[in-house]
């Protein structure tokens, strides 16, 4: 009971606290997060940062929604942190485009999209700053877990790739967990194409 306790506390001061290792190892939790989770606020601002120091324009994010702090509200980081003329948000779950109309309603350059992610970027016709990258996708019948949602991230990539401006950036959010996974394949193929990354963990961001 008291480890529960203690355990419980931690969990609630854990997004203030720096990552914490033992003798250099990240321990893993049975469903392949690291069992120290941060909140992604740090990063999405320090993209927020970049985006705006970089003159960008666009930010497309496949997968949207207001899930609460440690998940991140990533579109109320775009709202309200970046000089972006143009938000698209786009999901396959109608309900979580429904969360977030009222973020919509309040700024007239945010874009609602229900559909497939993949799909509305092979189909892009401008230009993209920012791709933000926090979207589910199923797993094949037999294969590790983690295995479609990193080739669906990595046809994402590819869908966008020709629309990627020089300097743009991606940011894929729940890196901190075991292969594969979102990273395991799109972080390859973008670095291939030139871009570094910038940091990793609780999110990878790349750049170029």
């Known amino acids: 009971m008291i480890k529960e306790f203690f355990d419980s506390k931690i969990q609630r001061f854990r997004p203030f606290l720096p990552p914490v290792s033992t003798c250099g190892f990240i321990p893993i939790n049975s469903d392949g997060f690291w069992k120290f989770?941060?909140?992604?606020?740090?990063?999405?601002?320090?993209?927020?940062?970049i985006f705006n120091r970089n003159q960008g324009e666009t930010i497309i994010e496949i997968g949207t929604g207001l899930h609460g702090r440690m998940a991140g509200n990533s579109i109320l980081v775009w709202t309200g942190k970046t000089r972006a003329k143009r938000i698209?948000?786009?999901?396959?779950?109608?309900?979580?485009?429904?969360?977030?109309?009222?973020?919509?309603?309040?700024?007239?350059?945010?874009?609602l999209v229900v559909g497939d992610g993949?799909?509305?970027?092979?189909?892009?016709?401008?230009?993209?700053?920012?791709?933000?990258?926090?979207?589910?996708?199923?797993?094949?019948e037999g294969q590790i877990t983690g295995t479609g949602i990193a080739e669906a991230y990595r046809l994402a990539y590819h869908g966008a790739k020709d629309k990627l401006n020089p300097?743009?950036?991606?940011?894929?959010?729940?890196?901190?967990?075991?292969?594969?996974?979102?990273?395991?394949?799109i972080v390859p193929d973008a670095r291939k194409d030139g871009y570094r990354v910038l940091y990793t963990g609780r999110q990878t961001l790349l750049i170029r």
């Open 88 to 111: 698209i948000a786009i999901d396959l779950d109608p309900q979580r485009i429904e969360d977030v109309k009222g973020v919509a309603n309040q700024h007239p350059h945010v874009e």
């Open 118 to 140: 993949i799909t509305f970027l092979q189909a892009f016709p401008s230009r993209i700053d920012l791709l933000y990258l926090d979207f589910t996708a199923p797993e094949p």
């Open 167 to 185: 300097h743009s950036m991606i940011l894929i959010d729940d890196t901190d967990h075991i292969h594969p996974w979102k990273h395991t394949l």
């Open 37 to 49: 989770r941060s909140a992604p606020t740090k990063s999405l601002h320090q993209a927020a940062e």
